[in-house]
DNA sequence: TAAGATTGAAGCATCAATCTTG
DNA sequence: CAAGATTGATGCTTCAATCTTA
């Protein structure tokens, strides 16, 4: 049987590391929002890209391709923040195929709340890093994201 | 209403950076193997963890916590792995309780030949990085996941 | 009584098909 | 016919309860 080689072995554990550092963090954090304040990750992850957004609006599409979730995915997260009244649905004036998700003042509420929580949280996950360490870690993130959006 | 204060936005940027960056890799990744070679990702890190462990094996319980799910995951898991002949359930002769997951010759063949595919498609992913980065990444990953462990 | 693993019920995401509008 | 969103069927995971052995 062919070893693997060691060149090899060094990428694939390298995103095995990234892998299992986000499950273990998601699992841990977001445990606590959804334990704290009825809020699973992924509804908070929602609310952030919503906030942040113009008008704090985005399609349907456009939300589904930054959450990473397919956009049956999404149709049905969204069900459920609606249902829960922290999102709610817009048509578009221009083009009746699309529909906007928008954060209501319930969804910046309770995104408020949860915010701060998450933020201390984190800052026990990132103890010990400098500032330099948190940039570099930035950086290297969003050089990995801009590769794969390139393709 | 009182906006997020930026430091606070920025340790919940990084790390739905880590989530994001995570999501696109994993799918796209995962994909081509699932594509490939009819090798989901969570079946890559089974085989990846096992071949690396002693004996090619590990407790259902040890591996759960590898690959970052609950141990009835894991029973799932290993029940699809082992119907498709890559992995086999041993019995722990000290304690009947435990039950090891080994992998088998099968599995062993089918790892090398998805991870060398695999390791083309990181080469892709991690174009530009130079070996201190990667170095540099690692090290923050592995920094994260003994913060996390150790809590 | 606790630890390791498995199981039934339920939740959430995906895929492919469908519906509507451009 | 293509694009945006939704829906039905299906698969995988989690949670809590259960079974077995220490």
């Not at 985005?58 to 922290?86: I, K, S």
């Not at 998450?118 to 993130?141: I, W, Y």
Request: aromatic content about 4%; proline content about 2%; some cysteine.
């Amino acid at each position: 049987v062919t070893p693997i080689s060691s060149n090899d072995d060094a990428l694939i554990s390298t995103f095995g590391r990234l892998v299992e550092v986000q499950g273990r963090l998601e699992r841990r954090l977001g445990g606590d929002l959804e334990a704290r304040f009825a809020l699973p990750h992924a509804w908070f992850e929602v609310l952030v890209r919503l906030s942040r957004s113009e008008q704090g609006q985005l399609t349907m599409g456009a939300l589904a391709d930054q959450v990473t979730l397919t956009t049956g995915g999404v149709t049905r997260l969204v069900d459920r923040m609606e249902a829960a009244g922290l999102v709610e649905r817009l048509p578009c004036r221009t083009d009746r195929r699309v529909s906007y998700a928008g954060i209501t003042e319930a969804g910046r509420a309770k995104l408020e709340e949860a915010a701060a929580a998450h933020a201390t949280n984190l800052r026990a996950v990132f103890e010990g890093f400098s500032a330099e360490e948190m940039a570099t870690l930035d950086t290297l993130l969003d050089r990995l994201r801009a590769g794969d959006q390139r393709e």
